[in-house]
């Protein structure tokens, strides 16, 4: 078959490689749209910690957002058919740990993340899925079912936060992670939303998902914009979806007294310019949020209902073959670039 390989660092190339065989308990499923994260940058990049401290080693096939149709099933899988259309969850934690009899594979120490390290992803025409951590995706369309997985990120924000009526949020950074919290912050019901961004394109997007206000980061500050923005009011939750040191600082100066602040991007390198110092006299909460473990289900619902709009962040699409091309793109960044998918059927 044929898959995008990472073999080295900002080397990528569309190759053959065997088709995988499903053990008892997984799906072969046949992909047919998958979207560029940038964690798929990072581990183009080496830039995760666990490929810097030997846990995990290219090559590797990336890719952990994506959408397919079952084409064989293990032995001692139930509940899913050939022809399905289906999707599945990056993080597969061991199935025995504490964490993972609660449903919170995602931070399981001894997980793999499919795409991401120690198991190949959907940069592929097949790959195998526990069935475990498999979704339906019934009616939804490909580009859609990609989607989902971004948008478990985004629910999974606003749950950790615990987004209520009431609530000022800021969300600082409007890639995908942070479009999708704004959307998300705006279905819990918060009072209202801002959207920062240092791009306007993107800040266009954050409109039309739902935020209140706009604040260009190159003309104005968040903490600035507070007063007038909200009413007098300060942001009680701040979710910061940049990954890069200036904007965990920002969120942090940005959240009020007794403010919650989330923690979603990944950080590209270890931090050394944060300014903890507002984290004691502000008695603020930091929270910590990855993937979207329990929430698969409920995004799928929520999509094929119309109450979360997932479409808009899909900027970009190419074939499977323009894969490292895909991967270039996403690393060099474009004004107009949220979302790249790879649509195998272009092919």
């Given at each position: 078959?044929?898959a995008?390989?990472?073999?080295?660092?900002e080397q990528a190339?569309?190759t053959?490689i065997?088709?995988?065989?499903p053990?008892?308990d997984?799906?072969l499923?046949?992909v047919?749209r998958?979207g560029v994260?940038?964690?798929?940058?990072?581990?183009?990049r080496?830039?995760?910690?666990?490929?810097r401290n030997?846990?995990a080693?290219?090559p590797i096939?990336?890719?952990?957002?994506w959408a397919?149709v079952?084409v064989q099933?293990?032995?001692?899988?139930?509940?899913?058919e050939?022809?399905?259309r289906?999707?599945?969850e990056?993080?597969?934690?061991c199935?025995?740990?504490?964490l993972?009899r609660?449903?919170?594979h995602?931070?399981?120490?001894?997980r793999v993340?499919t795409?991401?390290f120690?198991?190949?992803?959907?940069?592929?025409e097949f790959?195998?899925v526990p069935a475990?951590?498999?979704h339906?995706?019934?009616d939804l369309?490909f580009?859609e079912?990609?989607?989902v997985e971004?948008?478990t990120v985004?629910?999974w924000?606003?749950?950790?936060a615990g987004?209520h009526?009431?609530?000022?949020?800021a969300?600082?950074?409007?890639?995908?992670?942070?479009l999708?919290?704004v959307?998300?912050?705006r279905?819990?019901g918060?009072d209202?939303?801002?959207?920062?961004s240092?791009?306007?394109?993107?800040?266009?997007l954050?409109?039309?998902?739902g935020?209140d206000?706009l604040i260009?980061l190159?003309?104005?500050?968040?903490?600035d914009?507070a007063?007038t923005?909200t009413?007098g009011q300060?942001f009680?939750v701040?979710?910061?979806?940049?990954?890069?040191?200036?904007?965990?600082t920002?969120?942090?100066r940005?959240?009020?007294?007794r403010g919650?602040v989330?923690?979603?991007?990944?950080f590209?390198k270890?931090?050394?310019?944060?300014?903890?110092?507002?984290i004691?006299?502000k008695e603020?909460?930091?929270?910590g949020?990855?993937g979207?473990?329990?929430?698969f289900?409920?995004?799928v619902?929520?999509i094929r209902?119309?109450k979360?709009?997932v479409?808009?962040?899909?900027t970009h699409?190419?074939?499977l073959?323009?894969?490292?091309q895909a991967?270039?793109?996403v690393?060099r960044?474009?004004?107009?670039?949220v979302k790249?998918?790879l649509?195998?059927?272009?092919n």
């Amino acid at each position: 078959m044929k898959a995008v390989r990472i073999i080295g660092y900002e080397q990528a190339v569309y190759t053959d490689i065997p088709v995988p065989v499903p053990t008892a308990d997984e799906l072969l499923v046949q992909v047919m749209r998958v979207g560029v994260c940038h964690s798929d940058v990072e581990v183009y990049r080496q830039e995760l910690g666990i490929y810097r401290n030997g846990g995990a080693s290219i090559p590797i096939t990336v890719g952990h957002e994506w959408a397919g149709v079952v084409v064989q099933i293990g032995t001692r899988v139930q509940g899913f058919e050939p022809g399905e259309r289906v999707t599945g969850e990056c993080g597969i934690g061991c199935g025995h740990c504490a964490l993972c009899r609660q449903g919170l594979h995602n931070i399981c120490p001894e997980r793999v993340e499919t795409g991401v390290f120690n198991r190949d992803g959907a940069y592929a025409e097949f790959l195998t899925v526990p069935a475990a951590h498999a979704h339906h995706l019934y009616d939804l369309s490909f580009q859609e079912g990609a989607l989902v997985e971004p948008c478990t990120v985004g629910l999974w924000i606003a749950q950790r936060a615990g987004i209520h009526p009431g609530d000022q949020v800021a969300v600082i950074g409007c890639g995908t992670v942070g479009l999708m919290a704004v959307q998300t912050a705006r279905f819990f019901g918060a009072d209202r939303v801002v959207a920062a961004s240092r791009s306007p394109f993107k800040l266009e997007l954050a409109k039309k998902m739902g935020a209140d206000t706009l604040i260009n980061l190159s003309e104005q500050a968040v903490a600035d914009a507070a007063p007038t923005v909200t009413s007098g009011q300060e942001f009680n939750v701040v979710i910061e979806a940049t990954g890069v040191a200036e904007g965990a600082t920002l969120a942090l100066r940005t959240a009020a007294p007794r403010g919650r602040v989330v923690i979603t991007g990944v950080f590209e390198k270890e931090l050394q310019a944060i300014d903890l110092n507002t984290i004691m006299p502000k008695e603020l909460t930091v929270i910590g949020s990855l993937g979207g473990p329990t929430v698969f289900d409920e995004a799928v619902e929520l999509i094929r209902k119309g109450k979360l709009q997932v479409l808009p962040i899909n900027t970009h699409t190419l074939p499977l073959s323009k894969g490292p091309q895909a991967l270039a793109m996403v690393a060099r960044g474009q004004p107009d670039l949220v979302k790249v998918h790879l649509d195998c059927s272009l092919n």
